[in-house]
C-alpha cells in the first residue's frame, strides 16, 4: 500500500512530516510525497488524472491514501483553487484523504469554521466579518475588547487586539487594501491566563495540552507555554463534537475557559503537534495512519 502526504515544495520539510513518515513506515506502507505545487492534471477522452514528472517522465499519482498537509503558500485565488482541484481530483479517483478537503477546506478558515459550529450549537466567540469599515467599526464598538485576525493565517501571526474604533479603522484599511475581508472578535478572558487544545482523532480525545500565555496570544509560536492538561468532561465532549460538525478525521480544537463557560476558539485541520507531543508525550501520527488505513481498506 502506498500513503502519500499532500503538501507544497514550500515546506513541511518538519517534525510533522518525519513524524508521519516513521508512522507510514512502520504501518508496512510506502511513503509517497505529493507537491501541489509540481503536480498537474490531465484531462484525455474523459478520464482525469493527476500526475506528477519524475526523472523527466510524467507518471500518474496514485497512492491509496493520503494525509491532507498543506497546499503551500498561496499568492493568488486561482492558484489556491488550482491547488485544492488537484486535490480534489485525487480524492475523486478514489484516493482516500484525511482529512476530506472539503472538509479541510471549511476548518482552515475561521469564518467556515464557526459557521458551522455555531448551526450545530456549539459555542464560539461573538463575531462580525463584513467587507464594509463601518461593520467593522461597530462591532469593535460594541465588543470593546476586539481582536482582529485574517480569515487563514495560523501561529497568531497578524492578529491584532484593540479597542479604539477608531485606531481599528486603520487595520480595516489595511485588510481592505488587500483584499481580504474584516473579522472582528469579541476578546474573551480566558482562565489561567491560556486556551486548552484538545487533540482529537477518529471521534477520540487522544490528549490535551493547556497553553499558558506569556502575553494575550495563546500561540506556542508567540511564547506561550505549553502544558499537558487533563480535561473534564464537558470539554472532551465539546471537542469531539466540534470536530464531528467540521467532518474531520482528526484536528486540534482550540477551547477558552472562561467565566461564562468555554468557547470552541478555532479547529485546527493541520495541527502541528510538536509542543503537544513533548507535553503529553501522545504521537498524534500513528493514531491518523492507522486511521487513514481503516478509512481506505473500508
Same mark, same amino acid.
Given at each position: 500500500m502506498e500513503i502519500g502526504v499532500i503538501s507544497s515544495s514550500e515546506g513541511y520539510s518538519n517534525e510533522e512530516l518525519r513524524d508521519l513518515k516513521k508512522a507510514i513506515s512502520k504501518s508496512g506502507a510506502e511513503y509517497i510525497n505529493i507537491n501541489l505545487s509540481e503536480s498537474f492534471v490531465r484531462i484525455e477522452k474523459g478520464a482525469v488524472a493527476v500526475m506528477h514528472t519524475d526523472g523527466g517522465k510524467a507518471e500518474r499519482i496514485t497512492p491509496e491514501a493520503?494525509? %491532507?498537509?498543506?497546499?503551500?503558500? *498561496?499568492?493568488?485565488?486561482?492558484?489556491? &483553487?488550482?491547488? +485544492?482541484?488537484?486535490?480534489?481530483?485525487?480524492?475523486?479517483?478514489? %484516493?482516500?484523504?484525511?482529512?476530506? *478537503?472539503?472538509?479541510?477546506?471549511?476548518? &482552515?478558515?475561521? +469564518?467556515?469554521?464557526?459557521?458551522?459550529?455555531?448551526?450545530?450549537?456549539?459555542?464560539?466567540?461573538?463575531?462580525?466579518?463584513?467587507?464594509?469599515?463601518?461593520?467593522?467599526?461597530?462591532?469593535?464598538?460594541?465588543?470593546?475588547?476586539?481582536?482582529?485576525?485574517?480569515?487563514?493565517?495560523?501561529?497568531?501571526?497578524?492578529?491584532?487586539?484593540?479597542?479604539?474604533?477608531?485606531a481599528a479603522m486603520h487595520i480595516f484599511s489595511y485588510f481592505t487594501n488587500l483584499s481580504k475581508p474584516i473579522y472582528v472578535q469579541r476578546f474573551l478572558e480566558k482562565k489561567g491566563s491560556g486556551d486548552f487544545r484538545v487533540v482529537v482523532v477518529n471521534g477520540e480525545v487522544i490528549g490535551a495540552e493547556f497553553r499558558k500565555a506569556k502575553s494575550w496570544k495563546s500561540n506556542v509560536a508567540q511564547g506561550a507555554e505549553p502544558r499537558k492538561a487533563h480535561i473534564n468532561a464537558e470539554m472532551r465532549e465539546i471537542a469531539i463534537k466540534a470536530t464531528g460538525a467540521l467532518k474531520l478525521d482528526y484536528a486540534g480544537i482550540d477551547i477558552a475557559d472562561t467565566k461564562d463557560g468555554y468557547y470552541v476558539l478555532e479547529a485546527n485541520p493541520t495541527i502541528s503537534w510538536s509542543g503537544f507531543r513533548r507535553v503529553t508525550g501522545v504521537n498524534p501520527a500513528p493514531y491518523i495512519i492507522k486511521n487513514l488505513i481503516s478509512k481506505a481498506r473500508n
Open positions: 493520503a494525509v %491532507m498537509r498543506s497546499i503551500g503558500i *498561496i499568492r493568488d485565488y486561482e492558484q489556491f &483553487s488550482h491547488r +485544492l482541484w488537484l486535490a480534489q481530483a485525487m480524492e475523486l479517483n478514489g %484516493m482516500t484523504i484525511s482529512n476530506k *478537503i472539503s472538509s479541510w477546506v471549511s476548518a &482552515s478558515d475561521k +469564518l467556515g469554521t464557526l459557521v458551522i459550529l455555531s448551526k450545530h450549537k456549539i459555542p464560539v466567540p461573538d463575531t462580525t466579518s463584513s467587507e464594509n469599515f463601518f461593520h467593522g467599526y461597530a462591532a469593535v464598538r460594541k465588543y470593546a475588547d476586539t481582536v482582529i485576525k485574517p480569515l487563514r493565517s495560523g501561529k497568531g501571526i497578524g492578529v491584532f487586539r484593540i479597542s479604539d474604533p477608531d
